[in-house]
């Protein structure tokens, strides 16, 4: 039994192109998402064509236009993925459930009494299960916690817990240390060290 092939990393990269530049710009014909992106009409035809058959982008009402065949923009069904975003305090576990233009369709918030990272890790888990069930796949989850850095590398206070001072995944003076990953990985895309928060591996596990 043949083993399929995966997906070519140069057709998913253009593909997420395309999503991306609709998300930011709109509806958009395939004359000017070819034009923007560098692509042949065939090219983009091949790209856009799964993503139609899969729900992710419509072809809206055909626009005329003084000359020439009206043009049929392609948009971007928001309802075809859905993420959540996490924001722990010292006291409380805030959740969201966004689209994909990042409209909010649920939130939730529950106390939390314990900073231990099994009880951390469980109480994220089971807010975002039970948040995310309606709708269906999470395509990804973001843990937010709040700090300050006087050097915008280095986390040197949290309300969090009082663990030791941890490098900062942003560039900013103040905000938030984030831990973000698909629920399909075990890997975070950031990873600060500290002692405190719930390991990815160990949530993941629960979602």
Not at 57 to 62: D, K, N
Not at 96 to 119: N, S, W
Not at 184 to 193: E, F, G, V
Request: with cysteine; hydrophobic share 35%; proline share 10%.
């Amino acid at each position: 039994m043949s083993t399929p092939a995966a997906p070519d990393s140069t057709v998913v990269g253009s593909a997420a192109r395309v999503m991306l530049e609709i998300l930011i710009h709109g509806p958009l014909s395939r004359v000017e998402l070819a034009e923007r992106l560098g692509l042949s009409g065939p090219s983009l035809t091949r790209l856009t064509k799964p993503l139609i058959a899969e729900g992710r982008l419509f072809e809206g009402a055909p626009q005329a236009r003084p000359a020439g065949r009206p043009l049929q923009p392609l948009d971007l069904d928001p309802a075809s993925e859905h993420f959540a975003g996490v924001k722990l305090t010292a006291d409380t576990v805030y959740a969201v459930i966004t689209d994909l233009r990042g409209a909010v369709r649920a939130e939730e918030e529950q106390p939390l009494t314990d900073h231990a990272p099994d009880v951390v890790a469980d109480a994220v888990a089971a807010l975002v299960r039970g948040l995310g069930a309606p709708f269906g796949r999470i395509s990804g989850v973001g843990i937010s916690l709040g700090g300050n850095s006087a050097d915008g590398r280095i986390v040197g206070s949290h309300s969090f817990s009082t663990g030791p001072a941890f490098p900062s995944p942003t560039s900013s003076n103040s905000g938030s240390a984030c831990r973000s990953w698909s629920p399909t990985t075990s890997t975070p895309s950031r990873r600060p060290s500290t002692g405190s928060a719930p390991a990815a591996g160990s949530t993941l596990s629960r979602l």
